[in-house]
């Protein structure tokens, strides 16, 4: 008994072992590998026509975000608690920083200035959207 039991284990291991080659051998053409590898989209780059032009836009970041945007969801992180000294928003600190000019001011935020890392780590920040940024809150002053 002990030996046909071991006789149907092997026979068992082997037909299973000949059923699962097959189904792999199916699952292994080279058009199901290449299905399941292919790119699921594209990468366009700014100024490449050939992605149309809603690519190129979302690629480009889309519209220039407004001073007021750019300080509440990026410099008023530390713009508003006055965070390593910065200059605190609606505040007189933006009084003799006005005086200096917005060239000035753009070109150190730009670069970073202090404790303030460049571009106050917006990165995704145009000059022009740290310009407005800028203006925003040298225009908190009228306020005080």
């Known amino acids: 008994m002990n030996l046909f039991l071991r006789i ?36 366009c780059m700014e100024g490449d026509d050939s992605c149309g032009s809603a690519a190129v836009a979302a690629v480009s970041g889309g519209a220039a975000r407004s001073g007021e945007e750019v300080y509440k969801t990026k410099c008023g992180l530390c713009h508003t608690a006055g965070v390593s000294g910065a200059p605190k928003f609606g505040t007189a600190d933006w009084t003799d920083r006005a005086a200096k000019g917005m060239d000035e001011l753009l070109a150190t935020a730009i670069s970073g200035i202090n404790a303030m890392p460049a571009k106050g780590l917006c990165t995704d920040c145009s000059d022009d959207e740290l310009q407005a940024a800028i203006q925003h809150m040298i225009l908190s002053l009228i306020h005080i």
């Open 8 to 43: 149907a284990s092997i026979a068992s291991v082997l037909s299973l072992s000949i059923l699962l080659s097959f189904n792999s051998n199916a699952n292994t053409s080279a058009e199901k590998i290449a299905e399941r590898i292919k790119a699921t989209g594209q990468v």
